[in-house]
């Protein structure tokens, strides 16, 4: 609540009386209203604000150790304790490391992107630079974590509320464009990591669920009611495969967002979950029961009452599809295209409205807030989108049939930002190259 | 050996101030905000009805006076009606 309060631009010690969940529930004891009325009464008189406010450029912490070892783990004890962490080993954010991942962009560090929901925290250039350096990023990883916080600050994301839901939806960034390749995003096998040979996904996607909690107080129990949190130590940034889409196949940047081919371009979704589906077939089958096999059961998949799709029925998503390239190369071959597979897997996985009812879904479609959504109950079966092109197809993974990849969305758009490189970033690239070895993309 | 570091908690920026806040309770019109969730249909009317008891006077709005449901009490509209109805304060409910 504190976010919520701050979110909108008020001091977020609000005067607020708070008791624990089991009040909340159908059929609770609400007596603990009655014993605590006095708490009302005072903060509708007596509460007064606490808070005082904090201006100008980020502040400084430090630590004092025998030897830099020392101060390297007091300086993430203190970020744990300051409930800044994840777990894992950061990079303690110094002026040194943040102003070398400042090289990444030709925006001034004081650049405004706004601020993060539902806290509000100010978010600059500077302060994506310094989570990018707690991350354990470099400069050129910079510019696309620009772009994926601008994607998700972009109204129609409905950011607030997705950082603050017991779902816990996290960001799903796919890149086009030849950045991807440059700064070592992964494409192919093992694309939402941990990949050594890729390392930029996960330095990224750290960054922004670090953003995420620290400026945006996304932190568990507290201002995300994520139940299960949904492995989001490094949300999910990877890239299409676009070298390997078969002729005629646009690349998603273009088809959802009007990006010219070969423009670095962000597209962000966000997932509740994923599920693999063995699509390949056994036994003896042709090439067009593989494939047709194949599709049944990615639409079965996705035929579920998965509420969440609700937030993007009539702008978002359902999910992302992703499809590898040796089966999009199969698909093709037989004819289907990316518009083709999308009418598919819209119109055979919709659910019968008798499902629905035993499901209990009616009643989270009667009550949405989007009209268009509340009419759709009419239609029987129903479809879990509005539209077919609602539905993101990408091809990636590594190359082998067997698998299809679907991650479920709660999305209530998908936003698309091209990502903006400074002239130096060649530069940069060719650091990277000396720092890391060659790329083995 | 000191290490300096960046805070990354992002600054907050207080750009409106809370309501001032009442001298008594009495004799007093008090409006209700509800998402209509997590119990508020059964908490809020309790609240209602100990303001209304312990401080002899004061009439607090019923829940449905405004707009109801997460969608529509942080709208403009909402807050338009909550100061049209001439309140002297407001209770928001129920998160969790």
């Known amino acids: 609540m504190k976010n919520a ?35 009302f009464y005072d903060g509708l008189m007596r509460w007064q604000s606490k808070f005082s406010q904090s201006a100008g450029e980020s502040p400084m912490l430090s630590v004092e150790g025998a030897s830099y070892e020392e101060a390297l783990n007091r300086a993430n004890d203190l970020l744990l304790a300051k409930l800044w962490g994840d777990g894992l080993p950061l990079w303690p954010a110094t002026r040194e490391r943040v102003d070398w991942m400042l090289q990444g962009t030709a925006l001034p560090r004081t650049h405004l992107l706004g601020k993060f929901p539902p806290r509000g925290g100010v978010t600059t250039v ?38 603050a839901t017991s779902g816990g939806p996290f960001p799903v960034v796919i890149v086009n464009g030849p950045i991807a390749k440059q700064i070592r995003i992964n494409s192919g096998f093992g694309l939402l990591g941990p990949d050594p040979q890729n390392p930029a996904g996960a330095s990224i996607g750290r960054a922004l669920r670090l953003l995420q909690q620290n400026v945006g107080g996304a932190l568990p129990g507290v201002g995300t009611m994520a139940i299960f949190g949904a492995m989001r130590y490094t949300n999910a940034v990877f890239a299409e495969d676009e070298d390997s889409l078969p002729q005629g196949w646009l690349p998603h940047a273009t088809e959802r967002h009007g990006y010219t081919t070969g423009t670095n371009s962000i597209s962000l979704v966000f997932a509740s979950g994923v599920t693999n589906v063995r699509r390949r077939g056994a036994k003896k089958e042709s090439p067009q029961e593989d494939v047709q096999n194949g599709l049944w059961r990615m639409a079965d998949f996705m035929r579920a009452p998965n509420l969440a799709v609700l937030a993007g029925y009539e702008k978002g998503t359902p999910g992302i599809m992703m499809i590898s390239p040796v089966v999009a190369k199969m698909m093709a071959e037989l004819g289907w295209t990316k518009p083709k597979l999308r009418e598919f897997l819209w119109e055979n996985s919709k659910i019968p409205m008798d499902q629905l009812k035993r499901a209990g879904a009616p009643a989270w479609i009667e009550i949405d807030s989007n009209p268009i959504t509340r009419e759709s109950i009419k239609l029987d079966p129903w479809p879990i989108c509005l539209k077919p092109d609602n539905i993101v197809l990408v091809v990636a993974g590594g190359a082998h049939p067997t698998h299809s990849y679907w991650l479920q969305a709660h999305s209530p758009s998908v936003v698309g930002r091209p990502i903006r490189l400074p002239e130096t970033f060649d530069r940069l690239l060719a650091q990277a190259q000396r720092d890391l070895g060659a790329n083995r993309v | 050996m000191k290490l300096e570091f960046y805070d990354p908690s992002g600054a907050l920026e207080v750009t409106q101030p809370h309501a001032p806040r009442l001298s008594s309770l009495e004799r007093k019109r008090i409006g209700i905000v509800s998402n209509e969730q ?38 403009e509209e909402t807050a338009a009606l909550v100061k049209k109805s001439g309140v002297d304060a407001v209770i928001v409910g129920n998160a969790a």
């Open chain 2, 38 to 75: 997590w119990q508020a249909y059964r908490m809020l009317p309790l609240l209602k009805s100990l303001l209304e008891t312990d401080f002899p006077g004061t009439e607090v709005l019923p829940v449905d006076a405004y707009p109801q449901g997460n969608a529509l009490i942080g709208t």
């Open chain 1, 5 to 39: 309060v701050s979110g909108v631009g008020l001091a977020p010690d609000a005067a607020m009386v708070t008791f624990p969940i089991a009040m909340f529930l159908p059929g609770s004891d609400i007596t603990p209203v009655r014993e605590r009325k006095q708490e």
């Open chain 1, 126 to 163: 500077e302060t994506c630079a310094i989570a990018l350096a707690m991350a354990g990023g470099r400069p050129e990883y910079l510019p696309i974590l620009i772009a994926a916080v601008e994607g998700c600050l972009d109204p129609s994301t409905g950011f607030d509320q997705l950082q």
